[in-house]
């Protein structure tokens, strides 16, 4: 790709302007209150691309919140690589935890990005890495440099479980048929090590509910004598882990791939730092399933975490009452083989059966999806590795991700191509967290990257 660190340079100011007034618009998708600021990020989405270069672009209706579509087609003989982002973000709450409002994005230093990152809630997650996109599509048409065909799928659900994507999919296959996916929607490990996503986790998430008696009591009057459904609660997640913090539902292991020890002696060369990582969450020990390393805990064995746990008084002062109900928010990460719905119905059965009498329990399943695994023998990841090695100076490391895209495994079920993760994100970027952020070099070294995977992609595709 002929002048393009020289067009990012001459258009640096207006893309990080371009950027950060996106990230203004307070597109939380989990969150009725921000439902026409949802939908007016789809309109902005639509003119960025067709400002960028497609021949249309278009407002998708769901039931939910639009999915933005556009398209460039040059050639139907060449190959179409077809890209998917989000445009919605988090919520941002806790508020007074960020070191500056999350929808007013500001550029500061960092030890780790000296040349600055914006920050503010969807800097990483994932309007700047959507983003990239529609920058590197505009360096690539206004340079005449456009490869092969580009379609674009951006969605405004992704934050609440994709609801309406599945449909929209499924719906549209000629209009999506692809060669081969894009994605940036995940990270590499440093600055100086790029990496590509192999491996994502599959994912579970339900609410539970424990009702006690038919209204709060008073602590002293009642206390001892009838279940408190908060201390029940406690005692039920707790026993969800055994001394081992293996997860103790039965059947829970069944499906679960153990990798074999080149595979994790491969895993075990990726750089890492244990002190550096402890350091930078502020922790003075790690912990979590015996006999895997901290990158394998995270990566290639599932999970069980609560989320949100709540119940009772938790006001200014002191009420003394035993609560009538509680409630926790818990997800549960799987890999690969791990069915969620299968796994969904494993902790509802087990969570329902350990309930002791005088409490009754209900367990509301959310959302969830599939784990991935894209082979490193593809021609989508041979394109990305090369266009790595261009930019970084060196060879891209495959990782597997601790994270979750369900909608993954659900493209290579519908639209039956493989998926390529492209993330310039890195673990420390704070994605939903106060003081998300997202590196300036890392933005732009993204726009720089991307066009090089489909000069790549095009040419091994012949």
Not at 9 to 23: C, M, S, T, V, W
Not at 115 to 124: L, N
Not at 161 to 182: A, C, M, R, T
Request: some cysteine; hydrophobic content about 35%; proline content about 6%.
């Amino acid at each position: 790709m002929q002048h393009i660190q020289s067009y990012i340079k001459n258009h640096k100011d207006r893309f990080l302007n371009e950027l950060i007034e996106l990230l203004k618009i307070p597109s939380v998708s989990a969150d009725p209150a921000f439902k026409d600021h949802v939908f007016k990020t789809a309109d902005v989405i639509k003119e960025s691309l067709l400002k960028a270069g497609c021949d249309n672009a278009e407002i998708c209706q769901t039931d939910g919140f639009p999915i933005v579509y556009g398209e460039k087609m040059i050639d139907k003989n060449l190959p179409t690589v077809l890209v998917y982002g989000h445009y919605d973000v988090q919520p941002a709450d806790p508020l007074e935890l960020w070191d500056s409002p999350p929808y007013e994005p500001v550029i500061k230093k960092t030890e780790i990005h000296p040349e600055g990152a914006i920050f503010a809630r969807g800097a990483c997650d994932d309007k700047g890495q959507m983003y990239m996109h529609v920058k590197a599509m505009e360096f690539m048409t206004e340079t005449n440099q456009l490869p092969c065909n580009v379609k674009f799928m951006i969605e405004g659900e992704e934050e609440v479980g994709s609801v309406n994507l599945s449909k929209f999919v499924k719906n549209n296959q000629e209009k999506l048929k692809n060669d081969v996916i894009l994605i940036s929607d995940t990270g590499m490990i440093a600055q100086d090590v790029p990496s590509i996503t192999t491996g994502l986790r599959g994912l579970s998430y339900v609410e539970v509910e424990v009702t006690g008696p038919n209204r709060d009591l008073h602590s002293g009057l009642y206390g001892g004598a009838v279940a408190n459904p908060i201390n029940i609660l406690t005692k039920m997640i707790a026993s969800l882990h055994d001394e081992n913090n293996h997860i103790t539902i039965p059947g829970f292991y069944d499906k679960v791939e153990e990798l074999l020890d080149d595979e994790r002696a491969e895993m075990a060369k990726a750089p890492f730092s244990l002190e550096a990582y402890k350091k930078s969450i502020d922790i003075d020990a790690v912990y979590g399933e015996k006999g895997y390393t901290t990158n394998e805990r995270n990566s290639i064995r599932p999970t069980l975490d609560v989320n949100g746990i709540w119940g009772g008084y938790t006001g200014e002062g002191a009420k003394t009452v035993i609560a009538s109900k509680a409630y926790a928010k818990i997800s549960m990460r799987l890999v690969p083989h791990q069915e969620w719905e299968e796994i969904t119905e494993l902790f509802k059965t087990h969570f329902e059966s350990i309930a002791p009498e005088g409490v009754r329990v209900k367990v509301k399943p959310h959302h969830g999806g599939q784990g991935y695994v894209t082979p490193i023998d593809s021609i989508g990841y041979q394109a990305a590795s090369k266009a790595y090695q261009d930019t970084f100076g060196r060879t891209p490391i495959p990782q597997r991700s601790g994270g979750s895209i369900p909608i993954v495994s659900l493209f290579e079920q519908e639209l039956k191509s493989k998926t390529i993760l492209m993330g310039f994100g890195l673990n420390s970027d704070a994605i939903h967290s106060p003081n998300e952020h997202f590196g300036v070099w890392n933005y732009f070294k993204g726009i720089e990257t991307i066009p090089l995977f489909y000069k790549y992609f095009t040419e091994l595709s012949k």
